[in-house]
């Protein structure tokens, strides 16, 4: 963990049908990508995270996330993320705790 902050989210994935991935991470396994700030951060900052996929349950995974830079923000001041594979939006991320 780059920035030593890891925290609990629910990643919302979006559909193949709305341009998200056709089959999302399964349980266990680390998903990297990279997100930008939808609230609490001028948008034009982007970070990578890392999502360890703890629960899963239709399209919404429960994950235990970190970011992978030092200077990245503090999850507690931020409330959600879109996350990308490069220029394409796959999922929204929502930071529980």
């Known amino acids: 963990m780059a ?3 890891k925290f609990s989210a629910l990643v919302h994935w979006l559909t193949a049908e709305q341009g998200g991935r056709q089959v999302i991470p399964p349980l266990s396994t680390t998903y990297y990508c990279t997100t930008e700030a939808l609230e609490g951060k001028d ?3 982007s970070w ?5 996929t703890e629960q899963r349950h ?6 235990s996330a970190w970011f992978l830079f030092e200077n990245a923000p503090d999850p507690a001041y931020l409330k959600s993320f879109k996350l ?4 394409r939006l796959v999922a929204v991320l929502e930071i529980i705790d």
């Open 43 to 45: 948008s034009s900052n």
């Open 84 to 87: 990308y594979e490069g220029a």
């Open 48 to 52: 990578s995270i890392a999502c360890l």
């Open 58 to 63: 239709n399209r919404t995974s429960l994950v």
């Open 3 to 5: 920035n030593g902050i």
